[in-house]
Nanobody, 120 residues
């Protein structure tokens, strides 16, 4: 059974940082592309970043230069380091196993989400 468990969300002030983690289990982690998505009420989930099994990465324009996706294959964990946070980054963030390795690519599995709130 595939499980993706996110952690690390919370409330920060504008300009602050958070690191999200997503621990994966139940499949061969290193063979898959992983991604992060965000969603605000009333809107569709949007791709934020992805990381392929070879370590190549991609980012949405809105987060380039501020967010960094990384992974630790030994821990089956993917991370999203979020710096210089803005109020507009406020959203529920979801980890995902991607079938297609691009921003917002089709998703095979979702995590349960972790809330990020940035105050001005």
């Amino acid at each position: 059974q595939v499980q993706l468990v996110e952690s690390g969300g919370g409330s920060v002030q504008s300009g602050g940082s958070l690191r999200l983690s997503c621990a994966a289990s139940g499949y061969t982690y290193s063979s898959y592309c992983m991604g992060w998505f965000c969603q605000t009420p009333g809107k569709e989930r949007e791709g934020v970043a992805f990381i392929d099994s070879d370590g190549s990465t991609g980012y949405a324009d809105s987060v380039k230069g501020r967010f960094t996706i990384s992974q630790d294959n030994a821990k089956n964990t993917v991370y999203l380091q979020m710096n210089s946070l803005k109020p507009e980054d406020t959203a529920m963030y979801y980890c995902a196993v991607l079938r297609g390795c691009w921003i917002g690519g089709p998703v095979e599995y979702w995590g349960q989400g972790t809330q990020v709130t940035v105050s001005s």
